[in-house]
């Protein structure tokens, strides 16, 4: 993935997934019938320059498409 922006030079990351997705559904918060459908991967991000890559969560959601 390529950040950029703000006149700062780009920065490429690369993400290795560390366990596997986890999806759910955040429908609690919508009105009813509407889904929310949500999902988080734990990710390792290694970025050029970094000495050692980190760890974060990638999350996604796609509101009412479930």
Do not use: I, N
Not at 4 to 21: I, Q, R
């Amino acid at each position: 993935m390529r950040f950029e922006g703000g006149g700062a030079p780009p920065v490429d990351v690369t993400f290795e997934a560390v366990a596997p997705s986890v999806r759910f559904d955040m429908a609690h918060t919508c009105e009813v019938p509407e889904r929310w459908l949500y999902w988080r991967t734990l990710v390792e991000a290694r970025v050029e320059g970094w000495d050692e890559p980190c760890r974060g969560w990638f999350e996604t959601s796609r509101y009412g498409t479930g």
